[in-house]
Protein backbone atom coordinates (compact mmCIF):
# COMPACT_ATOMS: atom_id res chain seq x y z
CA UNK A 1 0.00 0.00 0.00
CA UNK A 2 1.39 2.81 -0.78
CA UNK A 3 1.72 6.05 1.82
CA UNK A 4 -1.09 8.43 -0.51
CA UNK A 5 -3.28 5.08 -0.20
CA UNK A 6 -2.58 5.10 3.80
CA UNK A 7 -2.71 8.75 4.56
CA UNK A 8 -6.67 8.13 2.75
CA UNK A 9 -7.87 5.49 4.38
CA UNK A 10 -6.61 7.24 7.61
CA UNK A 11 -8.59 10.84 6.16
CA UNK A 12 -11.83 8.77 5.62
CA UNK A 13 -11.43 6.67 9.09
CA UNK A 14 -10.82 10.47 10.86
CA UNK A 15 -14.21 11.91 9.00
CA UNK A 16 -16.32 8.54 10.19
CA UNK A 17 -15.45 9.33 13.91
CA UNK A 18 -18.02 10.29 16.25
CA UNK A 19 -19.08 14.15 17.46
CA UNK A 20 -17.32 13.66 21.07
CA UNK A 21 -13.85 13.44 19.63
CA UNK A 22 -11.81 16.72 19.32
CA UNK A 23 -8.94 17.54 17.42
CA UNK A 24 -6.80 19.54 20.07
CA UNK A 25 -5.50 22.09 17.30
CA UNK A 26 -9.43 23.31 17.06
CA UNK A 27 -9.03 24.35 21.00
CA UNK A 28 -9.71 28.05 21.99
CA UNK A 29 -7.33 29.49 24.47
CA UNK A 30 -10.36 29.28 27.10
CA UNK A 31 -10.75 25.77 26.19
CA UNK A 32 -7.43 25.25 26.33
CA UNK A 33 -7.13 26.41 30.16
CA UNK A 34 -10.05 24.64 31.16
CA UNK A 35 -7.57 21.60 30.59
CA UNK A 36 -7.17 19.50 33.67
CA UNK A 37 -9.03 22.05 35.96
CA UNK A 38 -10.66 19.60 37.62
CA UNK A 39 -8.02 16.76 37.75
CA UNK A 40 -4.90 18.78 38.73
CA UNK A 41 -3.89 21.41 41.82
CA UNK A 42 -0.84 22.83 42.86
CA UNK A 43 0.96 24.30 45.98
CA UNK A 44 2.66 27.59 45.95
CA UNK A 45 4.31 28.96 48.66
CA UNK A 46 2.34 32.52 49.35
CA UNK A 47 2.95 35.00 52.14
CA UNK A 48 -0.10 36.17 53.99
CA UNK A 49 -0.57 38.99 56.96
CA UNK A 50 3.44 38.29 57.07
CA UNK A 51 3.09 34.61 57.48
CA UNK A 52 4.38 31.98 54.90
CA UNK A 53 1.32 29.49 54.01
CA UNK A 54 0.77 27.12 51.01
CA UNK A 55 -1.75 28.40 48.66
CA UNK A 56 -3.89 25.67 46.73
CA UNK A 57 -4.36 26.38 43.32
CA UNK A 58 -6.70 24.85 40.79
CA UNK A 59 -4.76 24.24 37.33
CA UNK A 60 -6.29 27.06 35.23
CA UNK A 61 -4.65 29.57 38.79
CA UNK A 62 -7.56 29.83 40.57
CA UNK A 63 -7.22 30.07 44.22
CA UNK A 64 -8.73 27.64 45.93
CA UNK A 65 -7.43 27.10 49.68
CA UNK A 66 -4.96 27.62 52.00
CA UNK A 67 -3.24 25.55 54.21
CA UNK A 68 -0.43 25.63 56.86
CA UNK A 69 1.88 23.15 55.41
CA UNK A 70 2.54 21.46 52.43
CA UNK A 71 1.83 18.07 53.95
CA UNK A 72 -1.90 19.63 55.12
CA UNK A 73 -1.94 20.93 50.99
CA UNK A 74 -1.38 17.88 49.78
CA UNK A 75 -3.64 15.59 51.43
CA UNK A 76 -6.62 18.22 50.88
CA UNK A 77 -6.18 17.96 46.88
CA UNK A 78 -5.91 14.15 47.15
CA UNK A 79 -8.58 13.49 49.19
CA UNK A 80 -10.69 15.64 46.13
CA UNK A 81 -9.32 12.80 44.02
CA UNK A 82 -6.97 16.03 42.28
CA UNK A 83 -3.62 15.09 41.57
CA UNK A 84 -0.96 17.53 43.12
CA UNK A 85 1.75 19.41 41.90
CA UNK A 86 4.13 21.72 44.02
CA UNK A 87 5.58 25.10 42.25
CA UNK A 88 8.17 27.55 43.20
Do not use: C, W
Amino acid sequence: MSDQTANDKTKLIATKEDDNNVDIRDLTEGQLKALGVSQMAYVKIVIINGEEVFAIHAADGTPMAVADNAKTAFAAIVQHEMMPSFVN
